[in-house]
């Protein structure tokens, strides 16, 4: 398990240097490392790495730009704290609004977390374990991303 959670990460680290070149290494290194330490992952760290993956916002954005960016965006994240513990649900509709993924006839309807989660579980991004109010860690959100760079490098 750890080998392949490490070729995953070399493979999120490899397109970041082709893609945004030097300075996001940097970044995203510190980034990754300091989120790989955390049991549990706070929404401003994943917002940044999840923003800036899908170059929506700089390289060197702060979490407080990345939460900026997402109120502005109304993507339906009601209270959103740089703090606050990062649930599956969240990540997921993090995801599919930042990625552009479209979603199911409910995803469409209703752009809530408990939508996107559960498109998130079909497309195979992420476990089903847990429920979309489980908390991740800093791990579990890396796969997340990584899976979901993967889908974006394929869609297209």
């Known amino acids: 398990m750890k080998k392949s959670f490490f ?4 493979f999120i ?3 970041s240097i082709l893609t945004r070149g030097p ?3 940097a970044q995203s290194n510190e980034l990754i490392d300091k989120l790989l330490a955390e049991e549990v992952a706070t929404f401003g760290e994943t917002a940044v790495l999840v923003l800036s993956g899908a ?5 060197s954005s702060s979490e407080g730009e990345a939460i900026s960016y997402i109120r502005d965006k109304n993507w339906g994240f009601k209270e959103i704290k740089a703090d606050s513990p990062v649930t599956a649900g969240a990540l997921s509709l993090l995801i ?4 552009d993924i479209p979603g199911g006839i409910f995803y469409s309807l209703f752009h809530g ?12 991004l992420i476990t089903k374990r847990g429920g979309p109010y489980r908390k991740l860690s800093g791990e579990e959100v890396l796969r997340v991303l990584q899976g979901a760079l993967e889908w974006k490098e394929v869609a297209k």
């Open 23 to 25: 300075s996001l290494y």
């Open 55 to 59: 170059g929506l916002i700089g390289d």
């Open 7 to 10: 070729v995953s990460l070399f």
């Open 113 to 124: 977390k408990r939508y996107a989660y559960r498109e998130m579980v079909y497309l195979g």
């Open 13 to 15: 680290l490899f397109v």
């Open 96 to 99: 599919m609004q930042a990625f």
